[in-house]
């Protein structure tokens, strides 16, 4: 078997034979006793391609077959429950039954189908020795709908749908509050988010307070509630749950309560719980503010402006506040110094912000040191809070910088039962924005730290990488006689992916083969998509592929706000998924993804095929999510799938046909790489020297920017 110019042929050379793979015929189910199978070739080629290529009628043959029924079949006998909220189990039992005796069958193989929305999940059981069978069903988080049950004779084709249940679901999201209440003022919230599952209808959906769901059995002294007005939702139709509270001088300081979520179809049994702890606090104001502190720096004649933010965090407004420049003691600061804004701020109401602006100019006269100065903000009804302002002046315009490297095993113990105080190892290289030729690397102390010494003020780009890390980019000011800190967090790949060509002797064509290598028992999640690449097979118009998608967490870590991202349909393909997927994933848990796949149009050029004329045609999919590390830092990841197509010579819609696995710290692996060479620092300004043919001269010459 030979590939000529974008088609499969079989080449049979005078007096040879040739004989194909097994392959499958469906028979329906309502064919008579005898039937006949019959095989036809199109066409019969010569020299195919060739100037003198003859193309003849082909041939048909058939043969006769005679058909029985299956040896034995399989029942359902009972499903508990038949109508569920999907807070509980289901349990399908049945028996195998023998057609000639019609007696029960022991250790008999079934299989039993549970179909929801046109998405099937088939299970292989092994009736006991009295024949019968028990499948228990766990709904996913979020299923709903009306679930057919099929128990059938091993691979048969038919679901007879001999039983059915029915899961109501209104999932809820946040279910957890945590309110920082003020004292006898009411507060109106409505952030919890309720949404009605596939058939599912809620009516005169409503917020209760049942007082034997709190934690002293009795509603909480003091705690006024305004649970809102009920209302009703559709099938996958979603609304707030508004509700008001309010706590009294009689109120404990601190305390937790739980709502319910009921509707007239779950009578008194709950559609979930939200559960909201609570803390009273006296009406005051409350200053913060960011930076906490200023540290810079100004060489003679020149200037430098820096901001301090003022915000009012407190529950009441903050009344007659008054910003002050001063020094240590007290006293008025020097003349080169000053307070840009006004000193009158007047009132900051709850949650406004106010930005405070100070400027230096210092002359030659002013000695080289470190000036230490406060700015001191009062107001008639909050503590008055100094806040520290350090001005280094130099006549060197010369400055440090600290970077601190993190990852997610910082904070964590080595083999010796150490805390790891840092990621060691990591590269970190600089450059002006402007001179590019001002530049340097180090790498990371067994602290995290590396120390760049002696660098002129000004603005900087950075770039941090570690092997089986993802780098990491950004930017940072170098200010006269100070030593400035930054704290970096470079994402771990747990997940890559590597591929390999695999050659089949009989056919000419070639699969590749995807393996994802991830690393497992790391304190983070390691989340996998399986398989991570697929190859749709040749789909005629209107048929339908039906899959899974397996999505485990191999870490030691719970992957929160899961996000999935599933292709959209185009002209070609409609993707359908499974839905009413969960918002987290605890370590080693595992989640399996129903979903199907229908032709809708051909992908060959002519029309006449299915998608072998079509070149480098693929979709995938997606997961995000977050995670907070061992040392408090909180970063994300991802994993990815795909569904390619074969490829031939022309060309169609669709995404390339790259493969790339996904990364437990936020970025991309695998993939096709490109060709090497320079990698500037990403920012607007260009390399000094480019490589001959170098894209990246070519866009920055043409005013791109690279």
Not at 474 to 482: A, L, N, Q, V
């Amino acid at each position: 078997v030979i590939t000529i110019s974008g088609k499969t042929v079989a080449r049979i050379p005078a007096g040879d034979s040739f004989t194909s793979d097994w392959f499958g015929v469906p028979i329906p189910e309502g064919a008579s006793d005898n039937v006949t199978i019959e095989l036809q070739i199109d066409k019969l080629h010569y020299h195919l391609t060739q100037t003198d290529a003859v193309v003849i009628q082909g041939m048909t043959g058939s043969q006769t077959a005679a058909l029985s029924e299956t040896p034995y079949y399989a029942t359902v006998a009972s499903i508990t429950p038949q109508n569920s909220f999907g807070d509980e189990p289901i349990i399908i039992t049945g028996q195998a039954i023998d057609r000639s005796t019609t007696n029960p069958l022991p250790s008999a193989p079934i299989q039993v189908v549970v179909v929801v929305n046109g998405f099937e999940r088939t299970v292989d059981l092994l009736t006991g020795i009295d024949g019968s069978y028990t499948y228990t069903f766990n709904p996913l988080e979020g299923e709903s709908g009306i679930f057919e049950v099929s128990a059938i004779y091993p691979n048969l084709l038919a679901r007879p749908a001999q039983d059915q249940f029915t899961i109501s679901r209104v999932t809820l999201n946040p279910t957890l509050l945590n309110l920082r209440l003020p004292k006898n003022v009411e507060q109106h919230f409505d952030v919890v988010k309720a949404t009605a599952g596939e058939g599912t209808t809620a009516t005169n959906l409503r917020l209760e307070l049942n007082p034997a769901d709190q934690p002293s059995g009795s509603a909480p002294q003091g705690i006024t509630l305004d649970l809102g007005t009920p209302f009703d939702l559709q099938s996958q139709q979603s609304a707030q749950l508004p509700f008001s509270i309010a706590g009294d001088n009689t109120a404990d300081a601190s305390g937790t309560l739980y709502l319910r979520v009921l509707s007239d179809e779950s009578g008194v049994a709950s559609l979930g719980k939200v559960q909201i702890n609570y803390q009273l606090q006296e009406t005051h104001p409350y200053l913060s503010f960011k930076p906490n502190y200023i540290e810079t720096g100004v060489v003679h004649n020149g200037s430098i402006q820096e901001t301090i933010t003022l915000e009012n965090t407190g529950l009441a407004v903050m009344s007659g506040v008054n910003v002050e420049l001063l020094d240590t003691s007290g006293g008025q600061p020097p003349s080169w110094i000053s307070l840009l804004s006004p000193a009158a701020q007047g009132d900051l109401a709850v949650g406004e912000k106010r930005e405070i602006q100070i400027a230096a100019n210092p002359s030659d006269a002013v000695a080289e040191a470190n000036y230490p100065f406060i700015l001191r903000v009062s107001s008639s009804n909050n503590t008055t809070i100094d806040i520290n302002v350090y001005v280094v002046v130099t006549q060197s315009g010369i400055g440090s910088m600290l970077f601190k490297a993190a990852d997610i095993y910082t904070a964590t113990l080595d083999e010796n039962g150490v805390p790891i105080p840092g990621l060691a190892g990591a590269k970190i290289r600089y450059q002006h924005e402007i001179d590019l030729g001002n530049e340097g690397v180090l790498y990371t102390d067994q602290l995290g730290e590396a120390f760049f010494q002696n660098i002129p003020a000004g603005r900087y780009r950075f770039r941090a990488s570690a092997s089986n890390h993802e780098d990491l980019s950004g930017r940072f000011t170098i200010k006269p006689g100070i030593t400035a800190v930054k704290d970096i967090f470079l994402d771990y790949n747990l997940i890559s992916v590597e591929w390999s060509v695999r050659e089949i002797t009989i056919e000419d064509k070639y699969q590749i083969v995807l393996e994802a290598i991830f690393e497992t028992d790391v304190p983070a999640p390691v989340i996998v998509f399986e398989p991570t690449g697929t190859i749709l097979p040749d789909l005629p118009v209107g048929e339908v592929f039906h899959g899974e998608l397996r999505l485990t967490n191999h870490g030691l870590v719970r992957a929160d706000n899961l996000t999935f991202n599933f292709p959209t349909s185009d002209a070609y393909f409609k993707y359908e998924f499974q839905q009413g997927l969960p918002n987290s994933l605890n370590a080693k848990e595992s989640l399996v993804i129903p979903y199907r796949v229908t032709a809708l149009a051909s992908l060959s050029p002519d029309g006449s095929g299915s998608g072998a004329g079509c070149t480098a045609y693929g979709s995938s999919a997606r997961v995000n999510y977050d995670y907070e590390c061992a040392n408090g830092a909180e970063t994300s990841g991802s994993s990815s799938t795909h569904w390619n197509t074969t490829t031939s010579t022309s060309s169609c819609g669709g995404t390339s046909n790259s493969w790339s696995g996904g990364s437990g710290g936020g970025g991309a692996g695998g993939g096709y790489g490109g060709s090497g060479g320079y990698t500037p620092i990403t920012g607007q300004s260009c390399p000094k020297q480019c490589p001959p043919g170098s894209t990246v001269c070519s866009i920055c010459n043409s005013g791109g920017g690279q």
